[in-house]
T-cell receptor
């Protein structure tokens, strides 16, 4: 399976704390994306980092990418109860052709306690 | 309009039934996707349509039959399903298949096969 791995599988923190999730993947990639899913419903795109980028910020989100280690991390700063959700990394493999195929990691379930 | 809609939200069907899932987007996107997500698992790609033509079929059993009647609409026809096909079925769209494009997900159809 090409599926990526995420750790931790579950994370429980207090409001105001930072949350860090890690993702490892197996193949060369075009880009890596992070998605959030609330209560088993639709996914919401958070951030995309290209294979030639090392770090990207969006509001309270910071993503890093290390292509030599085939890994990425997502940091959510100053967490809020509304951040409670499952977080998935997803890679677009580099096939050398036009494809937008997403391969999702196993996900991290984040619970932010008020 | 930046929304992908899916109907129905919930569906219960017997193993001999025929039913269809519907997905619609009005963002002018030319790529549309079907994903299947089992409980506590990441989404798995089933089909990709690009410019209304089937681009990727991830070896999905023939009891699942996709159809893209026009650029805004994507259907998934279901026939003779098994209980193990019970899952959340997610539709997504993106501007194209350039490999660096955000996918916009619908809220999903939760399917139960009895």
């Amino acid at each position: 399976s090409q599926q990526g791995e995420e750790d931790p599988q579950a994370l429980s923190i207090q409001e105001g704390e930072n949350a860090t999730m890690n993702c490892s993947y197996k193949t060369s990639i075009n880009n890596l994306q992070w998605y959030r899913q609330n209560s088993g419903r639709g996914l919401v795109h958070l951030i995309l980092i290209r294979s030639n980028e090392r770090e990207k910020h969006s509001g309270r989100l910071r993503v890093t990418l290390d292509t030599s280690k085939k890994s990425s991390s997502l940091l959510i700063t100053a967490s809020r109860a509304a951040d409670t959700a499952s977080y998935f990394c997803a890679t677009v493999p580099y096939y050398g052709g036009a494809t937008n195929k997403l391969i999702f990691g196993t996900g991290t379930l984040l619970a932010v306690q008020p | 309009d930046t929304e992908v809609t899916q109907t129905p939200k919930h569906l219960v069907m017997g193993m001999t039934n025929k039913k269809s899932l519907k997905c619609e987007q009005h963002m002018g996107h030319r790529a549309m996707y079907w994903y299947k997500q089992k409980a506590k698992k990441p989404p798995e790609l089933m089909f990709v349509y690009s410019y209304e033509k089937l681009s990727i079929n991830e070896s999905v059993p023939s009891r699942f039959s996709p159809e893209c009647p026009n650029s805004s609409l994507l259907n998934l026809h279901l026939h003779a399903l098994q209980p193990e096909d019970s899952a959340l079925y997610l539709c997504a769209s993106s501007p194209g298949l350039a490999g660096r494009e955000t996918q916009y997900f619908g809220p999903g159809t939760r399917l139960l096969v009895l």
